[in-house]
């Protein structure tokens, strides 16, 4: 006895295989018909069945549409049938997005990240005063400790300060200020206890786990005595 058997490899490639390939095999029969009439019938037949095999499209909008378009693409653009949608536009199905921008970043000072940037043009944007003052900074304190991570243990007030005018292109300029930043030490400092505090906290929650793991296990026992 001889058995056709047809494997995977030689067959057609499925154009959208989450459908699988009965409803890929129907979609070709489909565009084969020479019945208008039979061709139109089918096809709305093949739309309710993709419908019952994704039922998530349910919830999105106007998720008929988009049977019919998944059905054209399907059938390789080659279905004549009038949708109640129209045909979709093959290049522009096709076409590709535009190239998203990479976010500009500044090079030289990576370690600061990118939401430094973004403090330095909020403070640029306020009226000169108390405030801005402030929040200039924090900044500046902020960018410190992100040094403290990532370099030394300890850096001068004049690199920041440096660091910070590079940053604002020359608009924030504290090279001749005599405010201190906060020290190098309780930065670290305060770096390590937010680290241990996590670390503190993860051990408690482990200790609770461990904790009803043995009252469980011990409730088990006087269930079976």
């Known amino acids: 006895m001889e058995y056709n058997l047809e494997y995977n490899s030689d067959r057609p490639l499925m154009i959208i295989p989450e459908y699988g390939r009965h409803i890929q095999k129907l979609v070709d029969h489909c565009v084969a018909l020479e019945s208008d009439e039979e061709r139109k019938k089918m096809a709305y ?11 998530h499209l349910r919830d999105v909008p106007d998720f008929k549409h988009k049977l019919w378009d998944q059905l054209f693409i399907m059938s390789r653009f080659e279905l004549n049938v009038e949708a109640p949608f129209g045909k979709p536009d093959k290049i522009e199905l096709e076409a590709k997005p ?17 939401n430094i940037q973004t403090m330095i043009k909020v403070a640029l944007s306020w009226e000169e005063g108390e405030l801005r003052t402030a929040l200039i900074f924090n900044i500046a304190n902020h ?11 300890t850096v001068d007030d004049s690199v920041i300060f440096k660091h910070l005018n590079d940053l604002s292109n020359g608009k ?31 051990k408690n929650h482990k200790n609770k786990n461990n904790k009803n793991n043995r009252n469980y296990k011990g409730h088990q026992n006087r269930h079976k005595n």
Not at 45 to 55: R, Y
Not at 98 to 114: D, I, Q
Not at 143 to 153: F, G, I, Q, T, V
Not at 174 to 196: H, P, Q
């Open 45 to 55: 037949a093949i739309v309710d069945v993709m419908g019952n095999l994704q039922p």
């Open 172 to 202: 924030i300029n504290l090279t001749d200020s005599d405010e201190v930043l906060s020290s190098s030490s309780s930065l670290i400092k305060k770096t390590a206890n937010s680290r241990g505090g996590s670390n503190h906290q993860h």
């Open 98 to 114: 535009e190239p998203l921008p990479y976010p500009k970043m500044a090079s030289k000072y990576r370690f600061y990240g990118h």
């Open 143 to 153: 960018m410190k400790k992100c040094y403290l991570n990532w370099n030394k243990d």
